[in-house]
């Protein structure tokens, strides 16, 4: 752990955020909006429940589209994306009039949370760390369910005071403040943008016995 310095460690704390907002504000505190919801539109508590059936389908599938377009290049752009999408579809949850508007704002905000999410957090873990990888990628995901272990109460006491459309509006500005570090902090998908190489990256050495012969060989074509 005492390895993990410098940008790795930005690396991880940003990927902490990422798994937090995509799958511990998305999924793990939605039971806090059941009850209220429900008796807002007058509609029974598993009908309000589908709202998170719905948002973990195409949350796969958003990790399967990820996983494909995701490179050194796209990096900036797909988390961009994915953040503003997963804010905004998060906030419009707090202005839907209908379930059935739940209904589309809980598949959109899927799709971003999936996009940039578990499979989007464990590649660039990956790619940043061959030592310490399996420790890095733990701590990150433990943070969803720090995240849902800590906001679920302070968005039930919003939701008490104020109402469930505050309460969504809670959890998008949340979200941003999670996806921050993904943005500010100088990472990106792959260590060699900044000339570095993965935590514990073996380092390719040639013994000198070997440079010699390959010397012999090289002057032996050449005659």
């Known amino acids: 752990m005492k390895e993990i310095k410098g940008k790795y460690l930005l690396v991880l704390i940003a990927m902490c955020g990422v798994i937090g907002a995509s799958l511990g504000l998305t999924t793990n505190v939605t039971g806090v909006y059941i009850t209220p919801v429900a008796e807002a539109f007058n509609v029974g508590k598993g009908t309000v429940s589908m709202t998170l059936t719905i948002c973990n389908i195409v949350y796969s599938i958003g990790g399967i589209l990820v996983a494909k ?3 050194q290049k796209s990096y900036k752009k797909v988390a961009l994306i994915s953040a503003v999408l997963l804010t905004v579809s998060t906030a419009a949850m707090g202005l839907s009039t209908s379930i059935w508007m739940l209904y589309v704002f809980s598949a959109v905000r899927g799709l971003a949370a999936g996009i940039l999410g578990i499979v989007f ?7 940043w ?3 310490n990888s399996g420790l ?3 701590i990150a995901f433990g943070c969803s369910g720090i995240v849902g272990a800590v906001f679920s109460p302070v968005l039930s006491s919003i939701i008490s005071s104020a109402g469930w459309r505050m309460g969504y509006f809670a959890a998008a500005l949340l979200t941003i ?5 993904s943005f500010l902090f100088p990472i990106s998908f792959a ?3 900044y000339g570095l190489k993965a935590l514990g990256a073996a380092v390719e050495k040639v013994h000198p016995a070997n440079q010699q012969t390959e010397g012999y060989t090289k002057s032996w074509m050449e005659d």
Request: aromatic share 8%; no cysteine.
């Open 191 to 193: 260590p060699e943008t």
């Open 121 to 127: 957090a464990t590649m660039v873990i990956n790619n």
């Open 69 to 71: 377009m995701l490179n």
């Open 177 to 181: 403040l999670l996806y921050l570090p």
């Open 129 to 131: 760390f061959v030592k």
């Open 136 to 138: 890095a990628t733990s």
